[in-house]
């Protein structure tokens, strides 16, 4: 039985192996002695008054402070009495608890976190079995099995690196060092990359061809620019960022986080900033891959890998629409991608081309400042009422989650949860279901689409000309679905705001004309218009074993095995590869930390065999890619009403999104099967 309390030294690890068996063995690097210390997530010692307590008590999640009782006593009587959550729902951090019931368990609450201050501040340690039946209590079911491996997986409960790169010392000092690793990319998976690598004790580079590190929020710095997933599920399971000021975080403050995990792990000196991949090939000879490098100021260079990790990402090639005269345009244009560092919007006419994920947090941010501004939107978009959305996190929830035993790890549970154990059946294709207006897809999804529909519509009440132009023509989640708490749609309704859902038939010098022939007078034009998300490793020419072209083996319909490995293309590995994107469950931090540490076991497998290749088999590939499109083609977003979606390539197909069960992806990356790969 595991029990979590005090925990060594950051030098340990949990068994991975083990984890999926809910039996993590805490062990200790190399078998050396080392103090204890104190669990990171047991929050620090506090001294504030009994007065300062319960204000802050007014403000947090009160599912998770219930979970911190049992860590400060063990009395199972918290989360097995008359009071519960009543829901498991990502966006409702209070779980649906009524206020009467809230305020008393915050009544209750207050003597035993005073009892927990004057006895010094230590948790009691509990075992598995209690932790799973805290999982229980917040996801109003049992959670057993893969499920509950992945949240102890990713919860980290003894306060260590659950994935800690422990094997470096099993292979040879001769083996590792002439064993270099190029990284493609200093975003969410190459900063993750080069943290694996290091630990592996392996030589490695990063390429970043921007000027630091960050990948899309170094990039996206328009007015607006927030993360649509929770703060505290976007971050990495080991460093967790418990004092966002934001429960959806703005671009600044997640660029620092990049930053900072960057300088902690010591990356830097590994990173070379504003340098790009145009080629990586393959040497059959010599078993490495030779890369061609450009800096952004013309000099050129090369690099020799034994193996490359590509995180180039797939949402950081601007699509830019084909409209007729946009070069005449007399002022500024440029995507969203691009927002110029010193643009003046004050007093301007500004048309914003585009209303998706970005348009839809641009318009908001901008409606204020400009003189006008005029929307352009192809496609109504599904909206979540989510309260939190624009909210700050406030000072009592801050307390607890620095000084509350193990409460951000609850709250992580809570904002993380219900998205991942509803697995992927809700956004199947009932054959039988028929709804004429294209909304729906199976029974419960015509419910969402319902309630969906009611709230936005509530939202513009007063404005009854806005009815139909913000109604979707499509199934509810069939497009990446939108988050607010109605700051998108109170925009819409500004006497200096028009969204024009007419077609665009040409740019001039001062405006865009539609279709219909109306002239709207701009002095900016914003194309918010999306991404190549189809064109996996689009900025780099890839040629792997007899000079097989990976764009041409490719084409329009990118795959790879378990979106990681690919046929043809020895040692290289993919993160946030073809099929992985997420459009459903939990943030990509998931998927990065699963697909890395698949990389690092292939090349684990690879050097203790003593060999210098690894490649996936052909048949391993062709029958995942046929399990890969038999699935995604029964879920919403293959649905043929649905059009101008990024997920889609030209011929209405998608290999962009996983249509796995997080749970599901999680267990097939914990090990590399050697019969699915060949080793040379």
């Keep these: 039985m595991r029990r979590v309390g005090l925990v060594a030294s950051g030098e340990d690890f949990v068994d991975r192996a083990e984890c999926s068996r809910h039996e993590m063995v805490l062990e200790r690097d190399g078998g050396q002695s080392a103090a204890m210390t104190r669990n990171r997530f047991a929050g620090e010692p506090f001294m504030d008054d009994d007065d300062a307590i319960a204000k802050a008590l007014e403000e947090v999640s009160v599912p998770a402070l219930m979970c911190s009782l049992v860590h400060m006593t063990g009395d199972l009587s918290f989360i097995r009495g008359e009071i519960q959550p009543r829901i498991a729902m990502s966006l409702d951090i209070q779980s649906g608890m009524s206020n009467d019931d809230r305020a008393e368990m915050r009544r209750r609450a207050l003597p035993v976190i005073a009892a927990y201050r004057d006895s010094g501040c230590e948790p009691v340690a509990l075992s598995t079995e209690t932790l799973q039946e805290m ?15 992945l949240f102890f997986d990713d919860l980290q409960f003894e306060g260590g690196d659950v994935g800690a790169i422990a094997w470096g010392n099993d292979v040879t000092d001769e083996r590792r060092f002439s064993t270099p690793v190029v990284v493609i990319g200093c975003g969410m998976g190459g900063i993750l990359a080069g943290i694996r690598l290091s630990q592996a004790g392996l030589p490695f580079t990063i390429i970043e061809k921007n000027g630091g590190p960050g990948g899309t929020w170094w990039e996206n710095r328009y007015p607006g620019a927030r993360v649509d997933v929770g703060s505290h599920q976007y971050c990495f399971s080991f460093e967790p960022a418990e004092h966002w000021s934001e429960y959806y975080c703005r671009q600044p403050e997640l660029r620092k986080y990049f930053d900072t995990i960057v300088d902690r792990y010591g990356l830097r000196p590994h990173c070379r900033f504003d340098t790009t991949v145009t080629e990586a090939t393959w040497d059959e000879d010599q078993a490495l891959w030779q890369l061609a ?8 260079d090369r690099l020799e890998a034994r193996f490359v990790i590509s995180a180039v990402g797939s949402l950081n090639l601007p699509r830019m629409p084909e409209i007729e005269g946009m070069d005449s345009f007399a002022g500024p244009s440029f995507h969203s991608s691009r927002w110029p560092g010193d643009l003046d919007v004050g007093g301007t006419r500004f048309a914003l081309v585009g209303a998706g994920a970005s348009g839809f947090q641009i318009g908001p941010a901008l409606a204020p400042e400009v003189d006008r501004l005029t929307i352009f939107q192809r496609t109504a978009q599904w909206i979540i009422p989510n309260p939190l959305y624009h ?17 951000g790890r609850w709250f992580r549970f809570i904002m993380t949860f219900a998205g991942i154990a509803m697995g992927i059946e809700p956004y199947r294709i009932d054959p039988t279901h028929d709804d004429p207006t294209h909304r729906s897809i199976n029974a419960a999804n015509a419910k969402r689409a319902e309630a969906l529909l009611a709230s936005m519509q509530s939202l513009v009440a007063e404005r009854p000309d806005l009815v139909d132009k913000i109604v979707p023509d499509y199934p509810a989640t069939g497009k990446r679905i939108l988050q607010d708490d109605g700051t998108w749609l109170r925009c819409l309704q500004r006497p200096n705001v028009e969204i024009v859902r007419t077609a665009i038939e040409r740019i001039v010098p001062d405006g865009v004309v539609t279709t219909e022939g109306t002239h709207y007078p701009a002095d900016v034009i914003c194309y918010a218009t999306g991404f190549r998300h189809n064109e996996f490793l689009g900025s780099l020419r890839v040629t792997g074993r007899r000079g097989i072209s990976l764009r041409d083996q490719w084409g329009d319909e990118p795959s790879a095995y378990l979106g990681i490995t690919v046929p043809n293309f020895p040692n290289l590995f993919c993160v946030y590869g073809p099929g992985t994107n997420l459009a459903a469950g939990a943030s990509l931090f998931y998927h990065a930390e699963f697909q890395v540490h698949y990389a690092l076991e292939a090349i684990r497998e690879t050097l203790m065999s003593e060999a210098r ?12 890619v046929s399990r890969y499109q038999a699935e995604i083609g029964q879920l919403v977003w293959s649905h043929p009403s649905i059009e101008h979606s990024h997920y889609k390539n030209r011929q209405g197909k998608v290999f962009t999104l996983s249509p796995w069960p997080l749970d599901l992806y999680w267990e097939w990356t914990r090990r590399v099967e050697r019969e699915d790969y060949a080793f040379g």
Excluded at 135 to 149: I, Q, T, W
Excluded at 293 to 300: A, H, I, M
Excluded at 391 to 403: Q, S
Excluded at 613 to 624: I, M
């Design 293 to 300: 490098l450009q800096r952004s100021d013309g000099e050129q």
């Design 135 to 149: 999982m229980g209590f917040l996801g109003r079911r049992h959670v057993d099995g893969r499920l509950a491996g």
């Design 391 to 407: 909210a700050a996190v406030p000072p009592g929830d801050e307390w607890a989650l620095r000084h509350l035993p193990f409460y």
């Design 613 to 624: 290749w690894c490649e996936v088999l052909p048949r391993a590939h062709q029958e995942y």
